[in-house]
Each structure stands twice: as structure tokens, then as C-alpha cells.
């Protein structure tokens, strides 16, 4: 029985979307251990320092973001910015993306986030352990995108 051809959405068609100022903001937190935030901030994680790095990953993350998220187009970035803070033994970090283009950047700005709290668990993970190689403690939550600007 012969079936009907399907056809799946690629990239969504913009090429007769005007250029506009965009901007995104989003945030995200890891919430970790007292000894965790302590070795953080002394500067004793094995791996190196945690938020430089982290940075790091977050911008190569958001210039990366079409190869990530397959319905995303390649936007010319004009600047990203990364922010972090405690709350509590919760880490937030903040990533701010900045275009003219065609079509929104917040999948920019959410997928900095996402990466720049993805290495940040990896350089702390082995204090973040327990006795059964777990993580109880440890989450990566309220990923969200916290202001979008479209400009005229």
C-alpha cells in the first residue's frame, strides 16, 4: 500500500521579514552544595576557574545555537553578554543577545544559559556526588527567557 509523501516543516521562510533591532534576555540556575559554592568562589575547583569558563561555553553555545537547534536560522550577532550570581547555593547566570535581523534571538540567549549551567555542573560534579555516585542536591532549573525586544 503505497502512502502519501509527509512533508516537515524546514526552516521557516523570513526573507521578507524587515531587519530589525532584537534583543534576548534568559536566565537560568544551578543549585549546588554550600561546599560547592565555597570552592567556587575560593577558587578550588580542580578543573579550572568555573565561571570564566562557563562564559566561555555559554558565548560558543549561543554562536552555535543553528547547529544545536535545527529550526534555528544563522543570525549575525552584534553582542552577548554573560552575567552570573549567587543566590543562596543557587548560581544564576544570566546571557543578553544582541542582533539585527529577521527573526528573534531568544533561542540564542536560552541556549547560552543552557550551556553555560551544563559546564558549570561538570567542573563541580565530583563534590557533588554522594556516597552512591548521585546527585541529590544538584538541578539545573528555571530556564526561561526573562525580556525579548523587537525593534521597528
Not at 21 to 47: D, H, M, P, Q, W
Not at 89 to 110: F, P, R
Amino acid at each position: 500500500m503505497r502512502q502519501e509523501p509527509t512533508e516537515i516543516q524546514g526552516i521557516v521562510e523570513i526573507g521578507q521579514k524587515p531587519v530589525v533591532a532584537r534583543k534576548a534576555t534568559a536566565r537560568g540556575r544551578l543549585n549546588l552544595k554550600s561546599e560547592t559554592k565555597a570552592a567556587i568562589i575560593g577558587g578550588a575547583i580542580s578543573k579550572g576557574n568555573v565561571l570564566e569558563a562557563s562564559t566561555i561555553a555559554a558565548i560558543q553555545a549561543v554562536k552555535e545555537t543553528p547547529r544545536i537547534i535545527p529550526h534555528c536560522h544563522p543570525i549575525p550577532l552584534e553582542g552577548t553578554k554573560v552575567t552570573w550570581s549567587w543566590d543562596g547555593n543557587d548560581l544564576w547566570c544570566e546571557v543578553h543577545v544582541s542582533a539585527h535581523y529577521k527573526t528573534g534571538i531568544e533561542m540564542e540567549a536560552l541556549t547560552g544559559v543552557a550551556a553555560g549551567l551544563l559546564c558549570a555542573f561538570d567542573m563541580v560534579k565530583s563534590l557533588e556526588k554522594n556516597d552512591d555516585g548521585q546527585y541529590p542536591e544538584t538541578s539545573i532549573s528555571d530556564l526561561t527567557v526573562v525580556d525579548k525586544f523587537k525593534g521597528n
